[in-house]
């Protein structure tokens, strides 16, 4: 006997081990992740980030454990024998179990005892089974750390509903917590129910007043959380879509809400019944409440639909107008749509040549290279190698030779898939080829006569031709494309750039990365990246680290994942360094009133994260403390952002009003300009975005960055730009902008134009393009097999109360995949030009228009002076000035032309 009792007791042990070892093997991964990535948060001094959440959610998962296994215990183990011993059995002790009959069929319950379980192990079994369960639903609460945060430290909007008013916060803060527990609390009771129906069922106490108790109490229970979700759901009504605006509408307060509170009522009599009838029973009692829930959920559905039907539909806008006024107003607050300012434009002025010239500033910044010919151009001129990728160009500006200049600009990324086949090792992936080298930029504006753009900033090493690019630290560790984790410090040396036949190469100097410190260390990581090369590699040394999360947007949503992150991250040369900026976004989609846009209905930009490309090192700045919801979040997490304003100033000059946030503004702002109800009920001023033909397709406009004057201003600034025209026309009727600069960085304004007369709208525009039988032709004759012409963004440009329409056009060749620009089309009034440079295009258009006075010759009565390149350029203007002036008739200006063409000719020779 005592050797069976140790051989099983052996057998327990092992059993006990196997398990563990299991569990090991289940959560290993989760384990070696959950470590290694604290491990990468104490590297870059962010661990108070991370053990606020974990700290929460461990808080959120054990509290959620101990309520489910307490209240599943306390259903399945404890309450059952509590009640069997206090109240008499109603059937007797001796009663035989019930007999079930389906149809002509009958059986019998089985019991415990006839599966050969005995009543101590079956009550362990449910004990362990409320601990198991308990801790699933722990496990399910686990994710929710961030909506218990908010409600605990979500504080007001200062805007009330005008329902129940109640401030905005309780609705995006508590609300959701609240709906989140609700929901918790109905499965866990579902999940108790079934089980005790099954312990009852199993335990010869399937006709005894403890189960029948029981079950009442939990019942009681259930009807009460109904009770509590119809008092939630009267809130969730601001966000009903049954009306004809988003929120609450008549039938909803006058049908539906009066509804919501009856059954609330019902549910809570009902459950208080239920209660009292664990003890005293009246089935009268509980017949009634069941009675007026039946009769409350069939004239539910229908009592809402008659007053729509006869009380709403008749006279909709009447008794709709209220909540129209509600929902132009909040969703105005929510996508802060309030604080556009509104001016007029009338687009009635003229323009001549001396005003081309007084605006030269404007004209010379007028984007020619759309970004997506531009990337493919820079790919063949500048990748260099073909393990080098441009991921993206961006647009920006910068302060060049004392003028405000708007460029073109790309980051050259080492992209490790385009390694070749044979050279895809794990040490060239991870050791060797770590990183990219520098960036590609030019003007906006500048083209070469081979229809090439001119690089400021080029080649390998980088070479800026103005100081202000200068770039002394190029190396990009950190950018879009760094995907693969990385090692430094090792006895390798890494790849720097390629240099002529040779290569040079360096070492990592920056401070980022998971020191590897020790066998266990390494061993962690290496089943992190699941690489025994990690782990046994000479290569690798005690001094060397791992540098992981190198993306910037992967790294920025590892640190702060409620942040919503642009997909548009974009680099700035700051003091001679690489720094990435992207912009974060506080959103939520619980605003009262507020009208839904891709499943959100407020939007905030109040973060902007910056990355140095070298180093590593990213920073959260808090740029609108204003808003609620980011408050809420510097309030939980008070070591992560920065103020504004300790932002050095070379990247606060660099802000850009972010395209995502403009793009949902400009969207909303074409329908919610409409403040009078009526109007906006009628809809009888809907705007949308118009088309444009974009390469070889109409495609909708995009919005674009200008560097322009605003009317009524005198300082130059970088504004995002969009037209609007009404719906289902195409005549253009008003223009938003955003503005990205000083003081002013986030103001939002709209030129209405005058509605007596035509302004022509962007795919007007291009109709009169293709129209015009020389521009036709030229098309035609270039698009031919083995080229394609394809078009670039249309900007419509204001300018001194009128318009400009300028569109660049590239012509590429099936096999190069280079493409050129060979020429602009200018639009202005009734008249269209397509020239090889703007300049000539614009003095097309002006003598079309009978316009007084000769072109402007570039750099007239001066010296020719500067290098090859630049002499160059200025007898190309030279002779297409000449060329203008032949249009003209104007022989004694062609022969001005002439001259400086020939002084710029042999100053290029060297001749006096």
């Not at 105005?332 to 500033?361: C, F, H, M, V």
């Amino acid at each position: 006997m005592n050797a069976k009792r140790a051989r099983f007791s052996s057998g327990r042990v092992w059993a006990v081990v196997g398990g563990l070892i299991l569990l090991l093997l289940i959560f290993s991964s989760t384990l070696v992740r959950f470590y290694t990535d604290y491990l990468w948060f104490q590297s870059i001094g962010y661990t108070p980030v991370f053990t606020t959440r974990v700290v929460a959610s461990l808080g959120v998962t054990l509290a959620a454990i101990l309520v489910a296994a307490g209240f599943l215990g306390l259903n399945w183990s404890l309450l059952p024998r509590w009640l069997a011993s206090t109240l008499p059995a109603g059937g007797g002790q001796g009663a035989s179990p019930r007999r079930m009959r389906l149809g002509s069929l009958s059986f019998t319950l089985p019991e415990a005892q006839d599966l050969g379980i005995s009543s101590r192990r079956f009550q362990a079994f449910f004990t362990v089974g409320a601990v198991v369960i308990g801790g699933i639903f722990g496990l399910f609460m686990s994710g929710e750390w961030s909506s218990y945060l908010l409600a605990r430290e979500g504080g007001s909007f200062g805007v009330t509903e005008p329902i129940f008013n109640l401030d905005v916060g309780f609705y995006v803060f508590q609300l959701p917590w609240y709906e989140t527990l609700l929901g918790w609390g109905r499965s866990l009771v579902a999940v108790a129910f079934v089980g005790i129906l099954v312990r009852y069922g199993l335990l010869k106490q399937t006709r005894a007043r403890g189960a029948v108790a029981h079950l009442s109490l939990l019942g009681a229970l259930w009807l009460g959380l109904l009770g509590v979700g119809r008092l939630l759901d009267r809130y969730t009504l601001l966000q009903s879509e049954a009306g004809v605006v988003l929120g609450a509408g008549y039938t909803d307060i006058h049908a539906r809400l009066p509804l919501y509170v009856i059954e609330m009522v019902i549910f809570f009599v009902a459950a208080a019944l239920l209660f009292v009838n664990a003890f005293v029973r009246d089935r009268k009692l509980l017949l009634g409440a069941g009675l007026a829930w039946l009769v409350i959920s069939v004239l539910g559905p229908i009592y809402p639909a008659l007053v729509q039907r006869f009380t709403v539909e008749p006279n909709e806008f009447v008794v709709e107008k209220p909540y129209i006024e509600y929902n132009i107003a909040f969703t105005r607050t929510a996508y802060g749509l309030d604080k556009i300012q509104e001016q007029a434009y009338p687009a009635a002025g003229t323009l001549s040549p001396a005003d081309l010239a007084a605006n030269a500033d404007i004209i010379q910044n007028i984007r020619l290279w759309d970004y997506r010919p531009l990337q493919r151009t820079y790919a063949q001129l500048q990748e260099i190698r073909l393990y080098y990728s441009f991921n993206d160009v961006d647009v920006d500006r910068y302060v060049l030779n004392g003028q405000l200049q708007s460029v073109m600009l790309a980051v050259r990324e080492l992209d490790s898939e385009q390694l070749a086949e044979q050279a895809q090792t794990w040490v060239n992936r991870h050791l060797i080829f770590t990183h990219g080298y520098g960036l590609a930029l030019s003007p906006v504006n500048v083209v070469s006569q081979e229809g090439l753009p001119q690089l400021y900033v080029r080649d390998l090493p980088p070479t800026s031709t103005l100081p202000e690019l200068a770039i002394t630290r190029p190396e990009i560790y950190f950018g879009e494309l760094t995907k693969d984790y990385i090692l430094v410090n090792g006895t390798e040396d890494e790849f720097d750039y390629p240099r002529g036949d040779a290569n040079a190469y360096t070492r990592y100097t920056g401070p980022d990365g998971v020191a590897m410190d020790g066998l266990f260390r390494r061993a962690l990581l290496a089943l992190r990246f699941n690489s025994v090369q990690l782990l046994l590699s000479p290569a690798l040394t005690a001094d060397s680290r791992v540098l992981f999360y190198r993306t910037i947007t992967e790294r920025s949503q590892t640190i702060a994942p409620f942040l919503w992150y642009d997909s548009d991250p974009y680099p700035v040369i700051a003091d001679g360094r690489i720094v990435w900026i992207l912009d974060a976004y506080t959103w939520t989609d619980r605003y009262p009133y507020s009208e839904k846009q891709n499943g959100l209905n407020y939007l905030r930009n109040s973060v902007k994260v910056t990355l140095d490309a070298y180093t590593g090192e990213i920073n959260y700045y808090l740029v609108d403390p204003a808003d609620p919801v980011a408050a809420a979040y510097a309030r939980i997490f008070p070591t992560l952002f920065h103020p504004a304003e300790q932002m050095p100033q070379v990247l606060r000059d660099h802000w850009r009003y972010p395209e995502t946030l403009y793009l949902y503004q400009s969207v909303q702002y074409s329908t919610y300009h409409m403040r009078d109800p009526q109007v906006f009920y009628n809809r009888e001023d809907l705007w949308a975005i118009p088309s444009e033909l974009v390469e070889t397709e109409e495609q909708e406009m995009e919005p674009y960055y200008v560097v322009m004057r605003l009317p009524g201003q005198e300082r130059l600034e970088f504004i995002m730009i969009r037209p609007y025209v009404p719906k289902e026309k195409q005549n253009m009727v008003a223009w938003l902008y955003a503005d990205s600069d000083g003081a002013d960085y986030g103001q939002l304004g709209v030129f209405n134009l005058s509605k007596d007369r035509l302004i022509y709208g962007p795919l007007q525009v291009e109709g009169r393009v293709n129209q015009d039988p020389t521009i036709s032709q030229q098309l035609t004759l270039w698009d031919q097999r083995g080229s394609r012409v394809l078009r670039g963004n249309l900007m419509v440009v204001p300018l001194k109360d009128t318009f400009l329409y300028v569109e660049p056009l590239y012509l590429e060749s099936e096999s190069g995949q280079l493409p050129e620009l060979k020429r602009v089309i200018v639009t202005y009034n009734d008249r269209v030009a397509m020239a090889p440079t703007l300049a000539e295009a614009l003095l097309q258009v002006m003598a079309g228009g009978g316009a007084v006075g000769e072109p402007e010759m570039p750099g007239a009565g001066a010296t020719p002076t500067g290098d090859l390149e630049s002499l160059a350029q200025q007898a190309w203007e030279h002779y297409q000035a000449g060329q203008a002036c032949l249009e003209q008739n104007d022989w004694e200006c062609y022969g001005r032309a002439q001259a400086q063409l020939e002084a710029v000719l042999k100053a290029m020779v060297g001749e006096p």
